[in-house]
């Protein structure tokens, strides 16, 4: 486990993520040519989608060997809408890699990314890209981070320049090499180089100290702090997420990988690193305990990816589901290189393996010894914002969309798919248009079907704007006697929060009843109390409850939730019950002659617009807009710009809609 190291390359959509995977694999000598993103050779964009699209959709999961250690890498998407793809494998890593371009710096997804690694304290390199593109800056990248992502970065590699300043090497700088890429260089751009290398190792070393007893103390005192000291400083600094370490290169030229390779495995942690408060403690002899983080159907045959926290998983062992309490023999076990299966017999603490078969697991389940119960603390993804009906062209196809769709789901868990309403046919929820678009187009391939998506519309939320209670009596005849359900429930807005169910019921209430009670009012936050849509922002607090008479033969629980519900729906009614919809930050680049009619159509749809800047890359537009005004957006844009323009909407919380309920 010493030599094991579990990454994620992640960032904003283009900042040249996938082409570093594709270095990686190169330099690791796991394939012999260069795979390219724009011509769809890349091996970790293996779907159609992906390669159609020059886009990563779906995590791409190898073991690269690098100088006697494996890194177990994940390459994962960068668009928004497949934002819930880098969560599940975030939740498995133990650290990221976090590539930005050098011209454009720290971009919205970029932030969304960094709060993702946040989130589950996932410890994080940065990779400064594309720095032999004009108009990259280095430094102003590294202010980028620290100003917008609140952090401490530490460069560690620093770019060299020759006297035209042309980007023309790399500079160690914690080891002082200096890396010229061939091609004579000037005794003035060495002294300038190696200076440049000493201050920055110089604010390394003072970075270091702040957070470093041994560190400090030799820097206080002016003793000499050697390079191994240094980066063992470095290490724990970020493995604690406190410092950030900083690299950069041209993945595309492959240069700088070899570099960051290396820091990888000298600066990232190993699994006895990375324990957190809910996870078992990664020990190879202890019984097994892991957990499914993605679950995939492919040609017909389902794979199961699986982190393994605690012992080892062999092929054959029964383990037990914790979800489902039910015990599964594992069929067969395999390590991937992308698409390529590895046969194993055994995958211990710290691994990623994946199971072969369909054993019923989805995301989130956790495996465990049936004689040791383990539970780990699985992923929460958002909720849908965007609904569109999936119209068959003959109506007998509507049965085999359901059947297809529902496949997909398994797979995404932010699929969410149902009958229409008014329709009756497929009506399916996602993150985003292009989420829904892609889910169209997988299906298309797998089915063969042919269908349309229409009417397109916003995913609304229920809530309130103003504390209230209110009780329900509700009678019913129970084995041939009256019984009356008493149920008394409070409402409390709740900014920004899902939905809460709180039990605040006497001591003595019996639990059954009780029980029975919360889960009917959870189940109806779900599907809405007043109004046909979800809640959220809201607080339900169970005040009172209580049934007469007592015992009841059979049927309590269900008059007990009758009278939740109805209690539930009138309170709301008293708290001023409002809708919300999401909104979306948007990020808009577009060429500066384009600017005045791009503005012009984002007023149009009662965006607001944030700042306005104008630089090499053309006219960057920041601003925050309605998400049912942003639908066809991107179409519309490409109109405008001529096919120039390129837009990026991102979940910005929730707003109350002008109406009440």
């Not at 593109?133 to 100003?147: K, N, Q, S």
């Not at 070899?258 to 006895?272: C, E, F, Q």
């Amino acid at each position: 486990m010493d030599r094991l190291r579990t990454l994620g390359i992640v960032a904003h959509v283009d900042a040249g993520k996938t082409t570093l995977t594709e270095r990686i694999l190169f330099d690791a000598g796991l394939q012999q040519g260069l795979g390219e993103v724009e011509e769809g050779t890349s091996a970790t964009d293996w779907m159609q989608q992906e390669q159609q699209r020059g886009i990563s959709i779906t995590a791409a999961v190898t073991r690269v060997p690098w100088r006697g250690h494996l890194l177990q890498l994940i390459d994962t998407p960068g668009h928004v809408d497949f934002a819930a793809e880098v969560e599940r494998c975030m939740r498995v890593l133990d650290g990221v890699v976090v590539v930005l371009d050098g011209r454009r710096g720290v971009e919205s997804q970029t932030e969304a990314v960094w709060r993702q690694a946040e989130r589950w304290s996932v410890p994080a390199l940065a990779f400064v890209n594309k720095l032999d593109r004009t108009g990259a800056d280095f430094a102003g990248a590294v202010t980028a981070i620290a100003a917008r992502l609140r952090c401490t970065p530490v460069p560690v590699v620093l770019p060299l320049y020759d006297d035209a300043g042309r980007f023309c090497g790399l500079g160690d700088v914690l080891g002082g090499a200096l890396h010229w890429f061939p091609g004579a260089q000037s005794a003035a751009a060495v002294v300038r180089s190696t200076g440049e290398l000493h201050a920055a190792r110089e604010r390394a070393l003072e970075a270091c100290a702040e957070i470093d007893e041994v560190v400090m103390a030799d820097f206080v005192a002016g003793r000499p702090v050697t390079a191994a000291a240094l980066q063992a400083a470095l290490r724990r600094g970020c493995c604690a997420r406190r410092l950030l370490p900083v690299l950069c290169g041209s993945a595309l030229r492959n240069q700088g990988v070899d570099l960051l390779l290396d820091a990888v495995v000298a600066l990232l942690p190993k699994p006895a690193d990375r324990v957190r408060p809910d996870d078992p403690a990664p020990d190879p002899a202890a019984p097994f305990c892991g957990m499914v983080f993605k679950v995939q159907h492919l040609a017909g045959e389902v794979l199961a990816y699986l982190r393994v926290f605690r012992g080892t998983l062999r092929s054959g062992d029964v383990v037990q589901n914790a979800r489902a309490a039910v015990r599964l023999q594992v069929p067969a076990l395999c390590f991937l290189h992308v698409l390529d299966r590895v046969p194993t017999a055994r995958a211990s603490a710290g691994e990623i393996a994946v199971i072969l078969g369909e054993l019923g697991l989805a995301t989130g389940d956790t495996l465990h010894d049936p004689a040791h119960a383990c539970l780990v603390t699985p992923v929460r993804f958002p909720l849908p914002v965007v609904t569109a009906t999936f119209e068959p062209r003959v109506s007998a196809d509507a049965a085999a969309l359901f059947r297809g769709l529902a496949a997909l789901a398994i797979d995404d868990p932010t699929l969410v798919v149902e009958h229409d309403t008014d329709s009756a046919l497929p009506s399916v929820s996602g993150l985003g248009e292009l989420h829904l678009e892609i889910t169209a187009d997988r299906l298309r391939e797998a089915t063969g079907l042919q269908f349309e998506l229409v009417r397109h519309r916003v995913a609304m939320f229920e809530t309130v704007s103003a504390p209230a209670s209110a009780s329900a009596e509700v009678h019913a005849e129970i084995g041939g006697r009256e019984h009356t359900a008493l149920v008394e429930v409070e409402v409390l807005p709740a900014p920004g929060q899902d939905a809460v169910v709180e039990d605040a019921t006497a001591p003595n209430s019996p639990p059954a009843l009780v029980a029975a009670a919360l889960a009917e009012l959870r189940g109806r936050t779900r599907i809405g109390l007043r109004s046909a849509n979800p809640v959220r922002d809201l607080r339900i607090r169970l005040r009172a409850l209580q049934l007469l008479p007592q015992p009841a033969p059979g049927g309590g629980e269900s008059l007990v939730q009758e009278a939740a519900r109805v209690a539930a729906m009138r309170a709301v009614g008293s708290g001023r019950p409002r809708l919300l919809e999401p909104m979306v930050a948007i990020e808009v680049r577009c060429p500066q002659e384009s600017l005045s009619a791009v503005l012009a159509d984002l007023n149009a749809r009662g965006a607001s617009i944030r700042q306005v800047a104008a630089g090499d890359l053309g006219a960057l537009i920041h601003g925050r807009s309605a998400l049912a005004r942003m639908l066809g957006y991107a179409t519309r844009l490409r109109s405008i710009t001529r096919g120039h323009g390129m837009a990026l909407l991102v979940p910005d919380g929730h707003q109350l809609v002008a109406r009440e309920v």
